[in-house]
């Protein structure tokens, strides 16, 4: 059974920063900031939504009933930065303390995996395993790849000069963006 991911902390930073993105769309003056942070904000969980991976550092808890079966387990919403750790509670009592020793990071193509070095038995029957990870392609903006900082400031630049005066439904993202995220897309099957 695959083991479940909440968000824990959000990014602390934004792929493209407000000076990058008034710099980008012409904007001088701080009239529109909020609105431009808004949009970027908006922009960053787009891209995210379409790739199926967190861009920025950020901490997720993966929960599970039990190990998953196999050495390793899969991380598909990001890439692993770190494993800070983890519980494995019994029936009663404290749960049991794993330190980030106790996990290794595999690279992949696709995703990454961690594998545990142990694997305590829990002893309840439901969320009886919590693993404590960093995921995302790094602590700053410029860690993202550069395709998808342009296609957060095309979807910037669309929200900015739309601000809600479509008259048609919206048809899917522009293709200039479609096209930039196309090799991030994790492949599900």
Known sequence: MPMISFLVDGPQLEPVSLMEAKAWLRVDGAEEDSLIQALIVSARLMVEAQIGRVLLAQNWRLIGDAWPPGESIPVKIGKVISVAGGRVFPAEGAPEL?????????????????????????????????????????????????????????????????RGDMTEPARGLPPMVTQLLQPYRSVRL
Do not use: K, W
């Open 98 to 162: 794993m330190s980030s020793d106790d996990f290794a990071i595999e690279r992949g193509v696709e995703h990454d995996t961690i594998v545990p070095q142990r694997r305590p038995v829990p002893g309840r029957r439901r969320s009886g395993i919590e693993i404590d990870l960093r995921l995302g392609f790094g602590e700053m903006g410029t860690d993202v790849p550069e395709p998808l900082r342009l296609a957060i400031r095309h979807l910037l630049t669309h929200g900015f000069e739309q």
